[in-house]
T-cell receptor, first 115, second 112 residues
Framework: DQQVKQNSPSLSVQEGRISILNCDYTNSMFDYFLWYKKYPAEGPTFLISISSIKDKNEDGRFTVFLNKSAKHLSLHIVPSQPGDSAVYFCAASGWIYNQGGKLIFGQGTELSVKP | SQTIHQWPATLVQPVGSPLSLECTVEGTSNPNLYWYRQAAGRGLQLLFYSVGIGQISSEVPQNLSASRPQDRQFILSSKKLLLSDSGFYLC???????????FGSGTRLTVV
């Protein structure tokens, strides 16, 4: 049972354009969502997060949007840069749902930004 | 500042051999600790998590086990490795009451 889904395994974008990565979840008990970025042979690093009480969070070139009714979130990167090329993981957490704060990850989307 | 150490970085082991991967966290106390695996072309699968010494929760049935002998030490083990155990293993920690993890640098395990 995949509770967090990233249906696009890969995305290719031209440098300077917008990258939009999507994520869907099924469990309504999730109340916090995060995006992680991962380079090959390295551990994921935290990128940006959003609480379920908000519908948007922005940090520089990165913006995360949350649509609770649709159980959907997206990560926008604008403008995209070649250094953004990596695998992006969406993750969800819910204190009531799972004690210990464990994160449930999606399958990841590999972003390629072409110069 | 807090740091997480995971070793070795790469490991090649024959089928049927034992496994021990170690993870330690510095600069914090009583962390939540996690082991994840990323199989080739797959996402991050939670294997084990621990909220305290000796407290281990297993997420999926498998050929692996985990132990937490000290507050900031988390060990992933197997008595006999299978080919399907190959993958990229990641340790992570989080503070209690705080969302989000910090990951280690990972171990690439190849079972041959």
């Amino acid at each position: 049972d995949q509770q967090v889904k990233q249906n696009s395994p890969s995305l290719s974008v031209q440098e300077g354009r917008i990258s939009i990565l999507n994520c869907d979840y099924t469990n309504s008990m999730f109340d916090y969502f995060l995006w992680y970025k991962k380079y090959p042979a390295e551990g994921p690093t935290f990128l940006i997060s959003i609480s379920s009480i908000k519908d948007k969070n922005e940090d520089g070139r990165f913006t995360v949007f949350l649509n609770k009714s649709a159980k959907h979130l997206s990560l926008h990167i604008v403008p995209s840069q070649p250094g953004d090329s990596a695998v992006y993981f969406c993750a969800a957490s819910g204190w009531i749902y799972n004690q210990g704060g464990k994160l449930i990850f999606g399958q990841g989307t590999e972003l390629s930004v072409k110069p | 500042s807090q740091t997480i150490h995971q070793w070795p970085a790469t490991l090649v082991q024959p089928v049927g051999s034992p496994l021990s991967l170690e993870c330690t966290v510095e600069g914090t106390s009583n962390p939540n600790l996690y082991w994840y695996r990323q199989a080739a072309g797959r996402g991050l699968q939670l294997l084990f998590y621990s909220v305290g010494i000796g407290q281990i929760s297993s997420e999926v049935p498998q050929n692996l086990s985990a132990s937490r002998p000290q507050d900031r030490q988390f060990i992933l083990s197997s008595k006999k490795l299978l080919l399907s155990d190959s993958g990229f293993y990641l340790c992570a920690w989080s503070r209690k009451g705080i969302h989000g993890y910090t990951f280690g640098s990972g171990t690439r395990l190849t079972v041959v």
